[in-house]
């Protein structure tokens, strides 16, 4: 068995080599980089059986890699955050390491390699797809932070009754009507790291949590009004979302 390590830090990658070696003495290291650079040109010249990944490089992102070459090769992750969870398994991720993690975190990762890897030297997409579906029900976004001038706030995601984009800003409405300008990129990024049992986009411009919701009514012939509780302000529907927003709400 051959891996790769994908680390910028000189002791975490010390920390992988030695738990390899306590692991099974006989893995081999192929190569090691730093860089988005340097990751590129290993990736071309090996063929590992696993590769170990931080997250954050000197020169990006390891998903900006992953993006430029086709991996299918199984990826244990190692970071300092837990920012990345969702992007970690839309690629090959078959596990997440948050630093500083002990050996058994390490071992329990191996083990899950080897039980995936038992009958196949590479994943199958059906086991990827499992792996991402089980991970992502328990995964969603606990929490999201605004800084205003030298203040950060944190936000807990379930109080947030909505989240809208106002003036080409995404805000995140909080009870009672108290709003907080977000640092995420778009409204979509947002959707997808939310419980969709708890969130729904009900047009373009918003989404809607429904443990705020109070009542809704028609607002006319293709379109619905819903009115969050506390008085806080309603939201319609688009008419290409209504049909969807009816069976969200009796799921």
Not at 218 to 233: A, F
Request: glycine residues 2%.
């Amino acid at each position: 068995m051959n891996v790769i390590l994908i680390e910028d830090e000189l002791p975490a990658r010390e920390k992988l080599i030695s738990f390899l070696d306590e692991y099974d003495s006989s893995i081999e290291i192929s190569g090691v980089s730093d860089s988005i650079t340097t990751s590129t040109a290993l990736l071309k010249e090996c063929n590992p059986d696993l590769i170990f990944a931080d997250i954050e490089l000197l020169d990006g992102t390891v998903f900006s890699l992953f993006k430029e070459i086709k991996v299918t090769t199984p990826i244990i992750f190692t970071t300092s955050y837990d920012d990345f969870l969702l992007d970690a398994f839309n690629t090959s991720g078959i596990a997440y390491l948050l630093k500083p993690f002990s050996f058994q975190q390490f071992k329990n990762a191996m083990d899950k390699y080897k039980s995936l890897t038992e009958k196949k030297s590479r994943i199958s997409d059906s086991q990827l797809e499992i792996l991402h579906k089980t991970f992502s029900a328990r995964n969603y976004k606990k929490r999201f932070t605004s800084k205003v001038k030298d203040t950060i706030y944190i936000i807990e995601t379930k109080d947030i009754s909505s989240f809208n984009v106002e003036d080409g800003v995404i805000v995140a409405i909080t009870k009672p009507n108290k709003s907080f300008i977000l640092n995420e990129v778009s409204l979509k990024s947002i959707e997808e790291a939310l419980d969709p049992s708890l969130f729904f986009k009900a047009n373009r411009s918003e989404i809607v949590n429904i443990n705020f919701i109070e009542k809704v009514k028609r607002y006319d012939r293709d379109r619905l009004i819903i009115y969050l509780k506390g008085g806080q302000k309603t939201i319609i529907t688009s008419s290409r979302n209504t049909a969807a927003f009816r069976d969200w709400l009796s799921t």
